[in-house]
């Protein structure tokens, strides 16, 4: 008899809800999330573009006044500031200093023909010792270039999403956490070293790949291996607020270093400290079975016992048939996502709310140098929202239905999102403001659709449902950046379009099945139904390996399953 998620929580109550085993697994888990924080988010600091202008070589021996004057006033954002892109003809201007002209006085400058900056930019220095940006001239004509390096960034994390949560649900969560973290840790070194622009990208390319993964499978392990009523804290408040833990570390350390690679080479040594993690977290007991490697799965789970101080029964897993361990042991794939009415649908909603969160929370992080004051206090404000964000999540999370909880976040982030435009420009107080509580919504509902899409999805296909809504939200987050870029043509642009699409994907999100007081589902026939689906679809069967026995699964079991959920 195949075991289900309920049948899985209730031969396991005996190691208890929160003992040494679990706590360790909890913390560790969630200690490994913590370089994602700074790993993912520190181009707002190393990508940062200071105040520039063109160079004025010194060969051309020219007066005080004519080179104070040789920089063009421009308008900008309804300021005025020196041009960064264009210069006063300097073999005029030295033809005028030559000839003992004096600026405005005997020559109109302003009538002066101009020119770009063949010569380079010079660069604010007060802030930044050098970044990106101003090592390899990432301005005017290569400005494209900043917003596409993190776009680069998000490239990777949508080929690692696609990669590794097939690769989890093959090869087990513990090997894909540990190689991705490896990659992750190892790549961001090198890239300390990148001698151009396209290394510096080539590199960051493959850190995103690590970057996503090593979270997915962090996320996952913790939600199969720990009980049900922990499982809620881990996932809407554990890996969250450590990830916002490395997240205001960033500032912290930027603050303290100005050199981008220095700070680089700062964030990657952390990595290194977790290569004692192998020999702590264990391999899901749950992934286990669904491979058919029960002996395996016992030795973890009498281990957690012993460590524990509790007894375990002499079985705690009973052996399947060789029909039905052959299925367990069938391998599942992305395609099996679309595969019937039922779970095409929820997936198509779950990839459009995460495609959604993904533009708001990447944008509005990655905005938040651009925002008046001091970059490094706000950017430490954007972390430090998101722990409340946090903490109402799990609260929410707790006690209100699931898709409540997703529609009232999304639709509270996306109104004050909208509000913003409304706000006069002179009350920058108020519109940043308002730009946190939208940060507080996004962030919320960013923790919430990950432990939604967790319970919805059963575990042969959890991991790769993650990979893939994860892989689908990369297309908002490699998007953000321009989301960002579109404030230089209307400033309230990219608000308006943000708030727009949260609006919308929270009333959307209303159509997903609700999953409060349901066990987590182990196959594919244990998945609730969506409502905009036929009745019908709830007696359907969907076997791979046409076994027989699995015909029988209909609404009794998940009447059943519902009883046992609602037990616990």
Known sequence: MKMQGSDYDDRTVFLGEWGPFQQIVFFLLCCSIIPNGFTGLSIVFMGDTPSHHCHIPAHYNITVQWRNVSIPWEEHGGTIRLSRCTRHRLDLIKSYSDQG??????????????????????????????????????????????????????CGVLTGSFVSGQMSDRFGRKMVLFSTMAIQTIFTLIQVFSPSWLWFCAFYFVVGMGQISNYVAAFILGMEILSPSIRVLFGTLGVCLFFALGYMLLPLAAYLIRDWRMLQLALTLPGFLYVPLWWFI????????????????????????????????????ERTQPGNQAEKMQSHNICDLVRTDNIRCITI??????????????????????????????????????????????????????????????????VVLLLIHLIPQNMIGIAITLEMLGKFGVTAAFAIVYAVTAELYPTVLRNTALGACSMASRVGSISAPYFIYLGNF????PYILMGTLSVLSGLLSLLLPESLGMPLPDSINHMQ????????????????????????????????????????
């Open 101 to 154: 002209y004096e600026p405005w006085t005997d020559v109109n400058v302003s009538e002066i023909e101009q020119e770009l900056c063949t010569d380079g930019w010079e660069y604010d220095r007060q802030q930044y010792t050098s970044t990106i940006v101003t090592e390899w001239d990432l301005v005017c004509a290569d400005d494209w270039k900043t917003p596409m390096t993190s776009s680069i960034f998000f």
């Open 490 to 493: 209307y400033q309230s642009l």
């Open 349 to 414: 909603v779950l990839c459009l709310v995460w495609t959604t969160l993904s533009i708001g929370y990447f944008a509005l992080s990655l905005n938040t140098a651009n925002l008046h004051g001091d970059s490094y206090l706000n950017c430490f404000l954007s972390a430090a929202i998101e722990l409340p964000a946090y903490t109402i999540a799990w609260l929410m999370y707790r006690y209100w239905p699931r898709r409540m909880c997703l529609f009232s976040t999304l639709f509270q982030g996306g």
């Open 282 to 317: 264990p391999e899901s007991p749950r992934w286990l079975l669904s491979q058919g490697r029960v002996q395996e799965a016992e030795a973890i789970v009498r281990d957690a016992a012993r460590r524990n101080g509790v007894a375990a029964p002499e079985v705690i897993f």
């Open 529 to 568: 139904t969506i409502p905009c689906c036929k009745r019908s679809e709830r007696s359907k069967t969907y076997n791979l390996t046409s076994v027989k026995g699995d015909e029988d699964h209909s609404d009794e079991t998940m009447v059943d399953s519902t009883i046992s959920g609602l037990k616990q």
